[in-house]
C-alpha cells in the first residue's frame, strides 16, 4: 500500500511555468515505478509521463514532449513533474500514481494507486 499526495497546482499564463510534486508514503521500500496523469472534466484521464525507479527510464506523451520534465528524489520520496512552456491545453488535473510492476506502468501504462490530484488552470 502507498499513499500519494501532488501538490504544486495553481494559476498560471501561457508561456509559464509549474513545478508539481508528489509525496509518496507508506511501503516506500518498494522499487514504484511512478507516473503523472491529467484529467479534464468529461474527459478520459490522459497518461503525461512516467519514470522508473532508478530515475535512467522516463517517458513523455507526445503531447508534453519537451515541455515537461519527470524527475523523483528517492532519498525524500518525492515525484516532480517540472512544466515549462505551458499552454491553455494543459489546463487539467494532475494525478500522480504508483505501480509495483515496471511493465504495467511503462508498457501498459496501467498504475494500481492514486492521488487525489491537483489543478493546473493555463489562461491564454
Known amino acids: 500500500q502507498v499513499q500519494l499526495v501532488e501538490s504544486g497546482g495553481g494559476l498560471v499564463q501561457a508561456g509559464g511555468s509549474l513545478r508539481l510534486s508528489c509525496v509518496v508514503s507508506g511501503r516506500t521500500n518498494s522499487q514504484w515505478t511512478l507516473g503523472w496523469f491529467r484529467q479534464v472534466a468529461g474527459k478520459e484521464r490522459e497518461y503525461v509521463s512516467s519514470?522508473?525507479?532508478?530515475?535512467?527510464?522516463?517517458y513523455y506523451a507526445d503531447s508534453v514532449k519537451g515541455r515537461f520534465t519527470i524527475s523523483r528524489d528517492n532519498a525524500k520520496n518525492i515525484l516532480y513533474l517540472q512544466m515549462n512552456s505551458l499552454k491553455p491545453e494543459d489546463t487539467a488535473v494532475y494525478y500522480c500514481?504508483?505501480?509495483?510492476?515496471?511493465?504495467?506502468?511503462?508498457?501498459?501504462?496501467?498504475?494500481?494507486?492514486w492521488g487525489q490530484g491537483t489543478q493546473v488552470t493555463v489562461s491564454s
Open positions: 519514470i522508473g525507479w532508478s530515475g535512467a527510464n522516463t
Open positions: 500514481a504508483a505501480e509495483e510492476n515496471y511493465y504495467r506502468a511503462m508498457v501498459l501504462k496501467a498504475f494500481h494507486y
